[in-house]
């Protein structure tokens, strides 16, 4: 291997496009349709950028995979401009492992990788930029790069025609800041508009999240959203993992009660997925988990919601004042789904009356108070102290806790403080720095702190993950300031 390419070989790049999943069965097809979407027209007739956008847990991930190794896809490129070559290059952001897996250095290196391995000739364009007197550089820089892919895409000289098609996947992570992301999205633009689309066309396919910056940015360019395109997605694969456990149970399929108490679970997952696939995906495995265990049918709904149960009510109980009914149910929708429950639809208040309810059984309630500026003025507590009392005294959690298949640690002290991190790393990847910083320097985040100490007072163990994550946040923006303010 020539001492360039040896330079810019980045196996752990590969590594996060490696580790997703492939679409499950026949999901997904609906991008290869043109009557669906743009993509097949833009793939053969097009150039420049292609634009998918969804919440976090979507599906962005398979779709991309999907789109990378579906043979039509190169299909469709080849009718592009089927005399000359294309060469393909996929990259997946990650906010974990080494830094060829997130920064846009990354990014660039696997491009030139991809292009210089599959057509050595072209290394004759970028000599000049990746040699200085002392040979090969061992460390790219920014500027290196993207002068190394310029040269290239700008062909001064024909050597005959390279189409570069290049497919990757842009992802926010909690250190990115929207700088980075607008440095990410000029040297799109540069890459792009550099060609003259006769000697070099170049094909960028980027999905994100939602965002400002993204809807600025990318709203002259062909793309689609993905909410809305997964339903029947969804349904296929809720149906398709049941059918297949299913097959192996001839006890359940030939009991007409259990048929219906299982379609009618399937029902409810598919209607309040929501559109994310990740939640869809840890529910079914809950359920055929409890049906392996021994569960019968209908305890399915029951299983369902006993998390929900578990979640409010831990909650409710670590608490250092009522939450209002929308924070507190975004709480329980985030300890149950993760970071995906910032982007499910809140229900709305007769919803929430219901579903405290149905979960609870009137230990908790919906109360109106008069001291909640920027809320319904509605609080989440319990019906009355002794009730409190009892669940702190007595063993009824532990019960709860085993069939809600939560960890022995976790509790509500737990659940707060990785809810309330997970708000600040939320806004600082949908508010400017300023308005970022407010957020920070709101007194009411001194209860990360409470929370943390009471999460390692009752668990016997430090929760270090979610207060390193604030640090980190902290000392990368130097708002040390913001918080010492607040000292008293």
């Known amino acids: ?129 990746i040699q200085d007197d002392t040979g090969i550089q061992e460390l790219w820089s920014l500027i290196s790069l993207e002068a190394a892919l310029l040269s290239i895409i700008e062909q001064k000289k024909r050597l005959r025609s390279t189409y570069p098609c290049l497919s990757m996947r842009l992802t926010s992570t909690a250190k990115t800041t929207h700088g980075t992301h607008w440095r990410l999205l000029e040297t799109l633009q540069k890459l792009t508009s550099s060609t003259n689309g006769i000697i070099v066309k170049v094909l960028v396919c980027v999905s994100s999240r939602p965002g400002n910056l993204f809807e600025d940015y990318f709203q002259d360019y062909p793309g689609f959203h993905i909410y809305g395109l997964t339903q029947n997605d969804l349904q296929l694969y809720v149906h398709g993992r049941i059918n297949t456990y299913l097959a192996s149970r001839e006890d359940l399929l030939s009991d007409d009660d259990s048929i ?66 929308e924070e507190f149910f975004q709480a329980v929708q985030y300890t149950c789904a993760g970071p995906q429950g910032f982007d499910v639809k809140p229900p709305t208040h007769p919803e929430m009356e219901r579903r405290l309810f149905s979960r609870c059984r009137g230990l ?69 720095l300023i308005h970022a910083t407010e957020a920070l320097a709101d007194l009411r985040w001194s209860e990360m702190f409470y929370q943390a100490r009471m999460a390692e007072e009752t668990t016997n163990s430090a929760c270090t993950t979610a207060v390193d994550a604030l640090s980190d946040i902290v000392d990368a923006h130097e708002l040390a300031s913001v918080y010492l303010l607040f000292e008293n």
């Open 1 to 129: 291997m020539p001492g360039i390419l040896v330079s810019l070989h980045q196996p752990e790049a590969q590594d996060r496009f490696d580790q997703v999943d492939q679409a499950y069965r026949t999901t997904f097809e609906w991008l290869l349709d043109p009557n669906e979407t743009r993509f097949i027209k833009w793939l053969g007739t097009g150039q420049g950028i292609f634009w998918i956008s969804g919440k976090p847990g979507s599906g962005k991930l398979k779709l991309m995979k999907y789109a990378a190794t579906d043979p039509c896809t190169f299909e469709n490129l080849l009718a592009n401009d089927p005399r000359n070559r294309w060469i393909w290059a996929e990259f997946f952001f990650s906010e974990r492992g080494k830094k060829p897996k997130k920064t846009l250095e990354g990014l660039l290196c696997r491009i030139l990788f991809e292009l210089l391995s599959k057509e050595t000739r072209l290394i004759e364009f970028v000599a000049d930029v």
């Open 260 to 325: 219906i108490s299982i379609n009618k679970t399937k029902d409810e997952v598919i209607r309040r997925a929501q559109g994310v696939f990740l939640w869809v995906r840890l529910v079914m495995t809950d359920l055929i988990e409890a049906l392996i265990d021994g569960d019968s049918p209908g305890q399915l709904s029951q299983n369902f919601h006993i998390r929900e149960a578990f979640a409010m009510l831990q909650i409710a109980l670590a608490t250092l004042t009522p939450l209002s009914n």
């Open 364 to 432: 908790l309630e919906i109360r109106t108070v008069t001291h909640l500026p920027n809320s319904s003025g509605k609080v989440v507590q319990f019906l009355h102290q002794p009730v409190k009392d009892f669940l702190t005294t007595s063993s009824s959690f532990e019960t709860i806790r085993a069939k809600a298949n939560f960890d022995p640690s976790d509790n509500g002290h737990v659940f707060l403080i990785k809810f309330r991190d997970g708000q600040q790393l939320l806004a600082f990847k949908n508010l400017s």
